[in-house]
């Protein structure tokens, strides 16, 4: 049983530029989290979803970042008009139920943003 | 609001020595704690989680943790560590239907 995956595990950008993040789930797992991490910093909540759904999205910046979880395929983070500050570890962790506390969440390996 | 605060940044300890991470949380309902460990260039795998019940939780590897309600604590301890142990340490609350929160993070460096 495969865990969380993500790709690209690296991902240069140049300033300007988008950033498309992909993360499949934990089979069976039909919410997604993700999170980021910046440097010296714990992760950070962005984002929850479920399939094409949008659950809560408090942790979002305002602008330039998007996700997205269809019916088929894997979530998508997208962040356009990439800036330096956006350089962070992005984490996405799955879960078989709701964000109750009860339901232990599945990290992937994270995907290294560097923007240049 | 939830938050968590981590004490110590970074904790070097020797190979075989005890260990003890700090952890402290603030939140007004009831809580849900996790330990999260993460080693270099990984993501983050539960160690242990405190949900009901017994206020003192154990993981496979030697780690516990015990949940103190009046001192909104949930340190993280081990009594002999090893060279493998070394890694970011984090600690995380929740509740109800809300996401994760986590600390910033404690670095353990087992010292040969």
């Known amino acids: 049983n495969a865990g969380v995956m993500q790709n690209p595990r690296h991902l240069v950008r140049r300033r300007g530029q988008e950033a498309r993040l992909r993360c499949s789930p934990m089979?069976?797992?039909?919410?997604v989290y993700w999170y980021r991490q910046l440097p010296e910093e714990g992760l950070k909540f962005m984002v929850y979803?479920?399939?094409?759904?949008?659950?809560?999205e408090s942790g979002m910046p305002k602008e330039r970042f998007s996700a997205e979880f269809p019916k088929e395929g894997p979530s998508i983070l997208r962040i356009q008009q990439v800036v330096r500050g956006d350089s962070a570890a992005y984490f996405c962790?799955?879960?078989?139920?709701?964000?109750?506390?009860?339901?232990?969440?599945?990290f992937g390996p994270g995907t290294r943003l560097t923007v240049t | 609001a939830q938050s968590v605060t981590q004490l110590d940044s970074q904790v070097p300890v020797f190979e075989e020595a005890p260990v003890e991470l700090r952890c402290n949380y603030s939140?007004?309902?009831?809580?849900?704690l996790f330990w999260y460990v993460q080693y270099p260039n990984q993501g983050l795998q539960l160690l242990l989680k405190?949900?009901?019940?017994?206020?003192l939780v154990e993981s496979i590897n030697g780690f516990e943790a015990e949940f103190n309600k009046s001192q909104t604590s949930f340190h993280l301890r081990k009594p002999s560590v090893h060279i493998s142990d070394t890694a970011e340490y984090f600690c995380?609350?929740?509740?109800?239907?809300?996401?994760?929160?986590f600390g910033k993070g404690t670095r353990l460096s087992v010292i040969a």
């Open positions: 962790a799955s879960s078989p139920r709701g964000a109750s506390g009860r339901s232990e969440q599945y």
């Open positions: 979803l479920q399939k094409e759904n949008i659950i809560d």
């Open positions: 939140s007004s309902v009831s809580v849900y």
């Open positions: 089979k069976g797992h039909s919410h």
């Open positions: 405190y949900l009901s019940g017994s206020t």
């Open positions: 995380a609350v929740n509740s109800g239907n809300t996401p994760l929160v």
